[in-house]
């Protein structure tokens, strides 16, 4: 746990942004990415796990990342923002475009190692989200579900949300049978995903 969080907190820098396959980088190293519903809160966990405010733009406008955002860490790793999915007032064509380029990623890319998918533990999961997880079964893409705004929500519903996010992992062939229960704002969760994420650099 102490080496992920040296890691975490030496350089980690965004060196590239793409909105079309063809607009990817070469590969550098293992990629893990990040996913969920729009204003799921991918930007904040990215800044909670590499301890700085402003890593990835947290905005309050939900579907504002549009593109797969690239960033270096410590020449180790690559952290992937990924578009957010389900937001209702991003237009069809748009919505396709991003699950097309979505799944020809995570299908495509040999470099990408695991899908970090966040579910915002205060609504729990919803259609979005399972066809999110369909979508990583079909392109057999690893992915880790992990419990988001944890500290937003009373320790028995979060208890129930944690149980229920189990059981649907074990629906998927894909997703891992761990989940994580994190929170950014108290730092819930962090260390320990932290350390799961850097001993894939190993």
Same mark, same amino acid.
């Given at each position: 746990?102490?080496?992920?969080?040296?890691?975490?907190?030496?350089?980690?820098?965004?060196?590239?942004?793409?909105?079309? =396959?063809?607009? *990817?980088?070469? #590969?550098?190293?293992? #990629?893990?990415?990040?996913?969920?519903?729009?204003?799921?809160?991918?930007?904040?966990?990215?800044?909670?796990? %590499?301890?700085? !405010?402003?890593?990835?733009?947290?905005? %309050? $406008? +939900?579907?504002? %990342?549009?593109? =797969?955002?690239?960033? @270096? *860490?410590?020449?180790?790793?690559?952290?992937? @923002?990924? +578009?957010?999915?389900?937001?209702?007032?991003?237009?069809?064509?748009?919505?396709?475009?991003?699950?097309? /380029?979505?799944? @020809?990623? &995570?299908?495509?890319?040999?470099?990408? !190692?695991?899908?970090?998918?966040?579910?915002?533990?205060?609504?729990?999961?919803?259609?979005?989200?399972?066809?999110? /997880? @369909? *979508?990583?079964?079909?392109?057999?893409?690893?992915?880790?579900?992990?419990? $988001?705004?944890?500290?937003?929500?009373?320790? +028995?519903?979060?208890?129930?949300?944690?149980? !229920?996010?189990?059981?649907?992992?074990?629906?998927?062939?894909?997703? &891992?049978?761990?989940?994580?229960? $994190?929170?950014?704002? %108290?730092?819930?969760?962090?260390?320990?995903?932290?350390?799961?994420?850097?001993?894939?650099?190993?």
């Amino acid at each position: 746990m102490e080496a992920a969080r040296k890691l975490f907190a030496g350089p980690c820098d965004f060196f590239h942004a793409a909105q079309v =396959l063809a607009g *990817l980088p070469p #590969e550098r190293g293992i #990629e893990i990415a990040f996913a969920g519903r729009s204003n799921v809160g991918k930007s904040s966990i990215l800044n909670a796990l %590499t301890g700085r !405010r402003a890593l990835a733009r947290v905005s %309050t $406008t +939900p579907g504002r %990342t549009k593109q =797969l955002n690239f960033f @270096d *860490l410590g020449g180790r790793l690559v952290l992937v @923002d990924m +578009p957010g999915y389900g937001y209702a007032e991003a237009s069809k064509s748009v919505k396709e475009a991003w699950q097309g /380029m979505m799944f @020809d990623y &995570l299908r495509g890319r040999p470099s990408l !190692r695991r899908v970090i998918l966040l579910i915002d533990a205060r609504v729990g999961f919803k259609p979005a989200d399972e066809a999110a /997880m @369909d *979508l990583l079964d079909k392109a057999a893409c690893a992915f880790q579900l992990v419990l $988001t705004k944890a500290d937003k929500v009373k320790p +028995p519903a979060l208890a129930a949300i944690a149980a !229920r996010a189990v059981a649907v992992a074990r629906e998927h062939g894909a997703a &891992l049978p761990e989940v994580r229960v $994190t929170s950014s704002e %108290t730092g819930a969760g962090i260390p320990e995903l932290r350390a799961e994420i850097a001993a894939l650099a190993a």
